[in-house]
């Protein structure tokens, strides 16, 4: 700001900083009144009136009633400003003002606005310049208070921080229909296909940028398995650049489950999973682990394609900083195992943070308004209250169920009962489609889930069937709108989860 511009309004709110100052003296108890947080030497831009409403603060701070000449010059003294107090013309000037406002405390209020709107534009200046005096529009400081003024600027900057941190886009809904079918039709939003999942794929046409995937389960009931089966392994099949970030999981087990899983998908030949945590290999165990190792390493032809952070502190300011930090490298596919309320909930109700986070997530998620256009999948736990449910919902979720308003896909997964095998009290009905003899599409066929395998020599083991339910799909059909249950067999010694077909099951909330 130039010197001219500085004396112009110094000019402007010279007599109203006079006057005020010489209420203050005239009558100090306005000094107990307004204390040094509401006006201060530092709300004036006169520098004689910051002089002589500071010796003022002084003898009010003393306890005196009275400024009288006397005790304004010992105070004046004692501060070592004898010099200033002479260049102002002494008591003589302030004695002039009080006399010319003593029949004038009516309006100190008035006064006081004034010097506080100059003040205001004084600390405003500082921050953008001399924008701040500048007419634009109705904007016009000289006929706006304080805080009007204030509000005008505040309303700027939260224009600028949203832009930034909150970012939207402006367009026409019907403005360009045309163009958008032919891009729909030319290029279809499909995502990524889940590994050897052709109906987990159908459901969501694939995981996508831009979106949100929760897949709650339960907890030790394979959360994370069905996840590096499903998605990890169609990341490295593709080719395509994965950020892993764990709170839960050493990298060390992810790299067992991901050995155990090749050999379930790839190379076909394992043992028992168990081995792995007990160590002192066989020759031939070292072999299998090796030859799953290469299958891995030569499906996705490069070591850096699955990046891993261990995440030690969990919270939402550190999710965020690695998120941009490797979407910038091109890490643009994130696992998030396992989601949970930050590390620091603090005071907040742990569900409240929870949600809270969620929202960040799918902001740094979605391909516009400031996010980093990404394709999210986090595993959350489900509540134990819920393992008493057949039918899950978002309310297997307990107090953490808003989450799922930030999800375009909400999976949530549990194991089949005893009672819902072939044979039992609730067996379920499960159907597939197969290709019709006669030409004419497909059939569907339906069957019950065999609680036992036999091998061909004779050997029997219990089958493990999984069911994928989806409350929430903006990308496809969900539970509530027809989309019936998918049923998985789960192999836990390999790892492998393989689409057996549908079944329908009776939603009893409602």
């Known amino acids: 700001m130039s010197r001219k511009e500085v004396d112009t309004l110094r000019a402007e709110v010279f007599q109203d900083e006079a006057c005020l100052v010489g209420l203050f003296w005239q009558y100090p108890e306005f000094y107990v009144l307004y204390s040094n947080d509401k006006v201060s030497t530092k709300s004036f831009l006169n520098p004689i009136w910051q002089f002589y409403f500071g010796v003022g603060r002084t003898l009010a701070d003393k306890g005196l009633q009275v400024f009288d000449d006397i005790v304004t ?3 004046v003294k004692e501060c070592g400003k004898e010099d200033t107090f002479k260049e102002f013309n ?6 002039e003002i009080m006399d010319e406002v003593k029949d004038s405390k009516d309006n100190f209020e008035g006064y006081f606005q004034q010097v506080r709107k100059y003040s205001v534009i004084k600390d405003l200046i500082g921050l953008m310049g001399m924008r701040v005096v500048a007419q634009e529009g109705k904007y016009n400081y000289r006929v706006m208070s304080a805080d009007q003024i204030y509000l005008y600027w505040l309303d700027k900057m939260n224009q600028i921080v949203k832009d930034i941190d909150n970012k939207y886009d402006e367009s026409f809904l019907l403005q360009g229909i045309e163009e958008s079918i032919r891009l729909w039709d030319e290029q279809p939003s499909i995502g990524l296909p889940y590994y050897q999942s052709k ?3 159908k459901i969501t046409t694939g995981w996508d940028y831009g979106n949100v995937y929760i ?15 499903k998605v990890v392994m169609s990341c490295i099949e593709h080719k395509e650049k994965l950020l892993v970030i764990a709170n839960e999981q050493s990298i060390e087990e992810f790299k067992k489950l991901l050995l155990v899983t090749a050999m379930g998908v790839g190379t076909r030949d394992g043992f028992n999973r168990q081995r792995l945590q ?3 290999f066989t020759d031939e165990e070292r072999t299998k682990l090796r030859k799953a190792a290469e299958w891995l390493k030569n499906l996705c032809d490069n070591e850096k394609t699955i990046l891993f952070v261990f995440m030690e502190s969990y919270t939402i300011d550190n999710i965020r900083k690695v998120l941009t930090h490797y979407a910038n490298r091109g890490y643009r596919r994130v696992i998030i195992d396992t989601g949970k309320p930050g590390d620091n909930a603090g005071d907040t ?4 943070r929870f949600a809270d986070d969620m929202k960040e997530i799918y902001k740094m998620s979605r391909p516009n308004a400031g996010g980093l256009n990404l394709a999210i999948w986090v595993n959350v736990q489900l509540a134990d209250s819920a393992r008493n449910q057949r039918f899950l919902d ?29 044979g039992k009290k609730n067996a379920l009905r499960v159907y597939k489609f197969v290709g019709s003899d006669f030409g004419d599409g497909y059939m569907k066929e339906e069957f019950w889930l065999d609680e036992y395998r036999t091998d061909t020599e004779g050997r029997s083991w219990k089958n493990h069937y999984y069911l994928l339910f989806t409350p929430k799909n ?18 836990h010694a390999f790892n492998t989860w393989s689409e057996v077909g549908w079944t329908s099951i009776a939603n009893n909330r409602s």
Not at 90 to 95: A, L, M, R, S, V
Not at 483 to 490: A, H, K, N, P, Q
């Open 394 to 422: 978002e309310f297997a979720l307990a107090d953490s169920k808003k989450i799922k308003n930030e999800a375009s896909v909400l999976f949530l997964g549990r194991h089949i009962w005893d009672d819902e095998y072939e």
């Open 73 to 75: 010059f010992r105070a």
């Open 349 to 352: 109700q742990r569900w409240e």
């Open 199 to 201: 109906h987990l794929t």
């Open 90 to 95: 002494g008591y003589t000037t302030i004695k």
């Open 278 to 280: 007990e160590g002192k």
């Open 215 to 229: 897949h709650g389960g339960f907890s030790g009931k394979g959360k994370t398995s069905l996840t590096v089966n």
């Open 474 to 491: 903006r990308r496809g059909q969900s539970n509530d709108t027809g989309l019936d249950v998918l049923v998985l067999r789960v192999n």
